[in-house]
RNA sequence: CGGGAUGUAGCGCAGUUUGGCUAGCGCACCUGCUUUGGGAGCAGGGGGUCGGGAGUUCAAAUCUCCCCAUCCCGACCA
């Protein structure tokens, strides 16, 4: 394409609000404009981008078998409200009503829809299946922000597998796994898989692939000596013992006057050191009153204990409740004989003794307390949030926290959906059974974004081969025919090689083609001077080394072309 | 949802504290001349519901009240 006839809007200064650079860039590189909050434009540079990332990873899902529809993105309530999940998705869906006054929703993810389409299959025989498309989810998220990186409107890849039984599944899972692996080895993502929530979408496992990313917000515990990695609401680490003295026979009541945090009781006289003592969170869960216990000195990761309970909303329990629900204000907060509520305590509390906490009783605290003996336990759970520091509990080397971009999901969903949705096929031995499922997700506009994220210099993009909105750019520095004609014959040269070309044919002065070529970051820049075509020669710039050598006009393509087709 | 900030031309900003004449600057845009290998120079020009509404005032971008939007931090997040 001819740059003069495109429209390519950059800009010299970024928005004041774009603060991520993948977002600042996007903008100023005139790949996306913004509509609203959390909805973007894709302008056409833009929609090269993220047509090539689909297109790549289109190829990866056809290699494992996938087979790709198109589901529709507005739903009736009623397929939502058969799984269950009308009620459980909360604020995250977008819900319409009709002019007949029935509730509808816009699709945040598929399986119900694809569990639907599979209601037609019958015998284990036409198993397994893996369907997949790339269509546009909607999520009502409470906030937007970093350009591309969290929308509330992107199109993603989502597949679905349908087995017969655990083994296909397992089978499915490590399929995605390994085509998840090459996606974004050949988008240049130095991803990396985690243990992850599995959150809302229910099942048994996933795996998330992250990208280290400043701009992200994921945090992932990761251990720098051995493959431990996991995301924070899942990831655990191995604590140095704490030694208990010999508790006496029964808890002691103290009067603690004043003594209202863990700090507090830390210096109080005949208090006791923090991971001496319990705290005891009181949460609503699903407007029941639920107590959280853990080490003073351990903070709550309030997913951990959603997915223990198996919760659908969690809140701190408000001042009234925890007063009406034990009887004393927060900072005198305990479990100790507490019945009829249920109490989660976290492992690192297990076999404790000679513990101190709260006595219910406004100033008023227990010492001497184990755990087992003095406080009803309903369940154990971990519920600790990790930090960074503490000791792999793979090999006991030091954790590190990593801020990453959470750039694929892959879920081992199981037959829940096939169980709610009807999704059954009849075996060998002619019984029949729900179909074992998984669900593998990749937000097409999120990886282009985290691409931008991670290749970039001050100068602007630098797109890897493979998703690059043109793969050369000939600069023209004049207009003149003679730069011009030799243009030309490099477009064509290069086009019939099937190569992706963008020819600078603005009348503009040279230092703004360059900062614009740069600015869009095209990997291979051409440039066609006076000074050069004299001698016969180009010059060939690499974006991302800034390295330029000159190269016989005669000899550019042959040269050029392989090179660009071996990167793709 | 809690905290903070911002809304003036396509983008970046000044002006608001202390109300006052036709709302200004840079970039971008249009015309002409010159220039032409790293975001050109000169001259001329176009473009504005000052986020919206109500109010105070002789007079509101500026003061008051309400609302809206956007961004950042947190909560939340298949």
Redesign the pocket.
């Known amino acids: 394409m001819r740059w003069s006839k495109l429209f390519i809007p ?8 774009a ?2 650079p993948s ?1 600042a860039l996007l903008v100023r590189g005139g790949f996306i404009r ?1 509509l ?3 909805h973007y434009s894709m302008l056409p540079l833009g929609w090269k981008v993220h047509q090539k990332v689909a297109a790549l990873v289109r190829q990866e899902m056809d290699a494992i078998g996938g087979q790709e529809f198109s589901l529709p993105t507005m739903h009736p309530a009623s397929i939502w409200k058969q799984s269950g999940r009308w009620d459980t998705m909360g604020e ?1 869906m977008f819900r319409l009503k009709d002019r007949r006054d029935n509730d509808l929703a816009l699709g ?2 598929h399986e119900e829809i694809f569990a639907f389409v599979a209601t037609e299959l019958s015998s284990y025989r036409e198993l397994p299946q893996l369907w997949y498309q790339v269509q546009t ?1 909607f ?1 009502d ?6 350009g591309l990186l ?1 929308v509330r409107e992107f199109a ?1 890849k ?1 597949s679905y597998s349908f087995d017969v039984d655990w083994a296909g599944l397992d089978a499915a899972f490590e399929a995605h796994h390994a085509a998840y692996t090459r996606i974004f080895s050949r988008l240049g993502l130095p991803a990396f898989p985690v243990e992850a929530s599995s ?3 229910g099942g048994n496992a996933s795996t998330e692939f992250m990208v280290p990313c400043a701009s992200g ?2 945090d992932v515990v990761h251990c720098p000596n051995c493959d431990y990695a996991g995301n924070i609401e899942r990831a655990t680490s191995t604590l140095p013992p704490v030694a208990d003295d010999v508790p006496p026979a029964e808890p002691e009541r103290f009067p603690t006057p004043g003594v209202r945090t863990i700090a507090d009781l830390e210096t109080f006289e005949g208090g006791a050191a923090a991971n001496r003592q319990i705290k005891t969170l009181v949460m609503m869960i699903d407007s029941e009153v639920t107590l959280a216990l853990l080490r003073g000195d351990h903070q709550l990761n ?2 951990k204990l ?1 997915d223990a309970t198996g919760a659908v909303k ?1 809140r701190p329990a408000e001042a009234a409740e925890t007063l009406a629900a034990l009887g004393a204000n927060p900072g005198s907060l305990g479990a100790v004989g507490v019945s009829g509520i249920r109490i989660v305590a976290d492992e690192a509390l297990r076999g404790r003794t000679n513990m101190t906490t709260g006595a219910n009783t406004d100033d008023f605290h227990y010492r001497g307390v184990d755990i087992e003996r003095d406080i009803t336990v309903t369940q154990w759970a971990d519920l600790r949030q990790v930090n960074a520091g503490e000791a792999c509990p793979k090999c006991g080397h030091e954790l590190e926290l990593l801020r990453c971009v959470e750039t694929g ?1 892959i ?1 081992k969903l199981g037959t829940v959906y096939a169980e709610k949705l009807g999704v059954m096929v009849t075996d060998a031995e002619g019984r029949q059974r729900p179909v074992v499922m998984g669900s593998y ?1 990749i ?1 097409i506009g999120r990886n282009m974004a985290t691409v931008a994220e991670t290749h970039h210099d001050d ?1 602007g993009l630098i797109w890897p081969v493979s998703i690059a909105p043109y793969e050369v750019v000939l600069t023209a ?2 207009v003149d025919d003679t730069t011009m004609a030799a243009a030309e014959g490099l477009y064509d040269g290069l086009r019939a090689r099937g190569i992706d070309v963008l020819l600078d044919d603005r009348d503009a ?4 083609k ?3 070529a ?2 869009i970051g095209i990997p291979y820049r051409v ?6 075509l004299a001698a016969g020669e180009v ?1 060939l ?1 690499a974006r991302a080394t800034g390295t330029t050598e000159r190269v016989a006009i005669d000899a550019l393509v042959d040269q050029l072309a392989p090179t660009i087709i071996a990167q793709r």
């Open positions: 950059t800009l010299r200064d970024a928005p004041a609000d603060e991520a977002h913004q609203h909050a959390g995250i945040i993810t989810k999520r998220e409470a906030r937007p922000k970093a969290r993603m989502d959150g809302a979408m917000e994921d309030e997913q959603i969690l999901h879920f997700g937000g100068k520095v004049s002065r040279a230092g703004v360059f900062a614009d740069e600015l440039t066609l001077g006076p000074k050069g010059e710039t």
